[in-house]
Nanobody, 122 residues
Framework: VQLQASGGGSVQTGGSLSLSCAAS?????????MAWYRQTPEKQREFVAR???????TYADSVKGRFTISRDNARNTVYLQMNSLKSEDTAVYYC????????????????WGQGTQVTVSS
């Protein structure tokens, strides 16, 4: 199973961007928690938001009230709507998921998608 992220880009301070991350590549798999993390050259990768299979959400304090995580279980896709963006939101954003691949006979494991750059400038 691969996680494919998309939707990054450049935006001015106060603007909005939406990210998505879709899981695919296996004929039979299940996904539990899905999450977004971000990383800059100066910092370790940090947690942004998480959503459980049944829609329970958790956010980092730094993004509460500005970012919204959601998912479409039928499409195995997680989204991150980012509003009121600040320069400190500039980072490479990574999706993350707990996956069980029935086709490969693989039990639950955690995996990362490739990053997508988000740049917020004034």
């Amino acid at each position: 199973v691969q996680l494919q992220a998309s939707g990054g880009g450049s935006v001015q301070t106060g603007g909005s961007l939406s990210l998505s991350c879709a899981a695919s590549g296996s004929t039979s798999f299940s996904i539990n928690n899905m999450a977004w993390y971000r990383q800059t050259p100066e910092k370790q990768r940090e947690f942004v938001a998480r959503i459980s299979h049944d829609g329970r959400t958790t956010y980092a304090d730094s993004v509460k009230g500005r970012f919204t995580i959601s998912r479409d279980n039928a499409r195995n896709t997680v989204y991150l709507q980012m509003n009121s963006l600040k320069s400190e939101d500039t980072a490479v954003y990574y999706c993350n998921a707990d996956i069980r691949d029935f086709s490969a006979g693989r039990p639950w494991y955690n995996d990362w998608g490739q990053g997508t750059q988000v740049t917020v400038s004034s």
